[in-house]
Protein backbone atom coordinates (compact mmCIF):
# COMPACT_ATOMS: atom_id res chain seq x y z
CA UNK A 1 0.00 0.00 0.00
CA UNK A 2 1.46 3.67 -1.20
CA UNK A 3 1.64 6.46 1.26
CA UNK A 4 1.31 10.11 1.12
CA UNK A 5 3.23 11.78 3.52
CA UNK A 6 2.24 14.78 4.85
CA UNK A 7 4.27 18.16 6.24
CA UNK A 8 3.89 17.07 10.28
CA UNK A 9 4.67 13.64 8.93
CA UNK A 10 7.49 14.33 7.28
CA UNK A 11 8.67 16.14 10.43
CA UNK A 12 8.16 13.42 12.55
CA UNK A 13 9.72 10.61 10.16
CA UNK A 14 12.62 13.72 10.09
CA UNK A 15 12.92 14.39 13.91
CA UNK A 16 13.29 10.33 14.44
CA UNK A 17 15.79 10.02 11.98
CA UNK A 18 17.91 13.52 13.87
CA UNK A 19 17.58 15.83 10.86
CA UNK A 20 14.79 18.09 11.87
CA UNK A 21 13.87 20.87 8.99
CA UNK A 22 14.94 23.67 12.01
CA UNK A 23 18.79 22.21 11.94
CA UNK A 24 19.11 22.31 8.25
CA UNK A 25 19.05 24.77 5.36
CA UNK A 26 16.76 23.77 3.48
CA UNK A 27 18.28 23.86 0.24
CA UNK A 28 20.35 20.74 1.90
CA UNK A 29 19.56 17.45 -0.46
CA UNK A 30 22.07 15.21 1.59
CA UNK A 31 21.29 14.36 4.67
CA UNK A 32 23.11 11.81 7.61
CA UNK A 33 20.93 10.53 10.52
CA UNK A 34 22.52 9.82 13.57
CA UNK A 35 19.89 7.97 15.22
CA UNK A 36 16.63 6.22 14.36
CA UNK A 37 13.97 6.34 17.40
CA UNK A 38 10.92 8.04 18.31
CA UNK A 39 8.69 7.83 21.51
CA UNK A 40 5.21 8.24 21.65
CA UNK A 41 3.00 9.19 24.36
CA UNK A 42 0.08 6.84 24.27
CA UNK A 43 -2.92 7.51 23.93
CA UNK A 44 -2.08 10.39 21.98
CA UNK A 45 -2.92 11.40 18.32
CA UNK A 46 1.36 11.24 17.84
CA UNK A 47 0.69 7.91 18.66
CA UNK A 48 -2.02 7.03 16.51
CA UNK A 49 -0.15 8.59 13.53
CA UNK A 50 3.04 6.50 13.96
CA UNK A 51 1.02 3.08 14.24
CA UNK A 52 -0.45 4.16 10.33
CA UNK A 53 2.94 4.20 9.87
CA UNK A 54 3.42 0.70 11.30
CA UNK A 55 0.46 -0.30 9.54
CA UNK A 56 2.12 0.89 6.51
CA UNK A 57 5.63 -0.90 6.61
CA UNK A 58 6.88 2.80 7.15
CA UNK A 59 8.00 2.32 10.90
CA UNK A 60 7.94 -0.53 13.61
CA UNK A 61 7.36 -0.42 17.13
CA UNK A 62 10.14 -1.31 19.20
CA UNK A 63 8.23 -1.46 22.71
CA UNK A 64 5.26 -3.10 23.30
CA UNK A 65 1.91 -1.01 22.34
CA UNK A 66 0.92 -0.08 26.22
CA UNK A 67 -0.45 2.51 27.88
CA UNK A 68 2.52 4.93 28.66
CA UNK A 69 5.58 5.73 26.42
CA UNK A 70 5.67 3.49 23.03
CA UNK A 71 8.92 3.75 21.05
CA UNK A 72 9.21 3.52 17.20
CA UNK A 73 11.74 3.23 14.31
CA UNK A 74 11.58 4.30 10.92
CA UNK A 75 11.86 0.93 8.32
CA UNK A 76 14.27 1.19 5.32
CA UNK A 77 10.98 1.22 3.62
CA UNK A 78 9.89 4.79 5.54
CA UNK A 79 13.09 6.23 4.65
CA UNK A 80 12.41 5.65 0.94
CA UNK A 81 9.35 7.10 1.43
CA UNK A 82 10.09 10.25 3.26
CA UNK A 83 13.21 10.49 1.02
CA UNK A 84 11.02 11.07 -2.14
CA UNK A 85 8.50 13.32 -0.17
CA UNK A 86 10.82 15.39 1.19
CA UNK A 87 13.19 15.32 -2.11
CA UNK A 88 16.24 14.12 -0.04
CA UNK A 89 18.79 12.09 0.23
CA UNK A 90 19.59 10.38 3.45
CA UNK A 91 22.51 8.81 4.71
CA UNK A 92 22.50 6.59 7.46
CA UNK A 93 25.44 6.25 10.22
CA UNK A 94 25.48 2.93 12.31
Not at 1 to 9: F, T, V
Not at 40 to 69: H, Y
Request: charged residues 30%; negative net charge.
Amino acid sequence: MKMELYDDEIGRLRHALGIDNWMYLTTEKELTSHRNRYCAQNPSEICDMWEKFVDNGLAERTTPLVKGKVFYSVTEKGIKALEKAADIKINIVD
